[in-house]
């Protein structure tokens, strides 16, 4: 993956870190959270197809708008700050290099293959 993709997620990152940080909230909430999306992976033991569809599910950008716009419009604060957790988790994914999973192979994501070729 480019270095310029790369370098743009990490600004994402630490965007999102910022606001949660101004947002008042507890950084137990944060460390508590972070990683959640990540039990998605679980999915996999479902198959490729089941895992990859969990997985993109919740590592795409639509669940993350969804809530904001929810928590806006509900004003939900508690529902600001696990959008900025999960905003701030896929776009540090992102600068990782993990992207959206296919079909075929956990390994092999919208950003290029994972891993060693």
């Given at each position: 993956?480019s270095?310029?993709l790369r370098?743009e997620h990490?600004?994402?990152?630490?965007?999102?870190?910022?606001?949660?940080?101004?947002?008042?909230m507890?950084?137990?909430l944060?460390?508590a959270?972070?990683?959640?999306p990540?039990?998605?992976?679980a999915?996999y033991?479902?198959?490729?197809?089941?895992?990859?569809?969990i997985y993109?599910a919740?590592?795409s950008?639509?669940?993350v708008v969804?809530?904001?716009?929810?928590?806006?419009?509900?004003d939900?604060?508690?529902?600001?700050?696990?959008?900025?957790?999960w905003a701030?988790?896929?776009a540090f994914?992102?600068t990782?290099g993990?992207?959206?999973?296919y079909?075929?192979?956990?390994?092999?994501?919208?950003?290029?293959r994972?891993?060693?070729?």
């Amino acid at each position: 993956m480019s270095l310029l993709l790369r370098l743009e997620h990490l600004a994402l990152t630490v965007l999102f870190v910022v606001l949660y940080a101004a947002s008042g909230m507890s950084w137990w909430l944060f460390a508590a959270l972070f990683l959640a999306p990540d039990l998605a992976f679980a999915a996999y033991l479902f198959g490729p197809r089941i895992g990859a569809m969990i997985y993109n599910a919740v590592h795409s950008w639509i669940g993350v708008v969804l809530l904001a716009a929810i928590s806006w419009a509900a004003d939900l604060p508690a529902g600001y700050a696990i959008c900025l957790i999960w905003a701030a988790h896929i776009a540090f994914d992102r600068t990782l290099g993990y992207g959206l999973k296919y079909q075929t192979d956990f390994k092999d994501t919208h950003l290029g293959r994972i891993g060693r070729s």
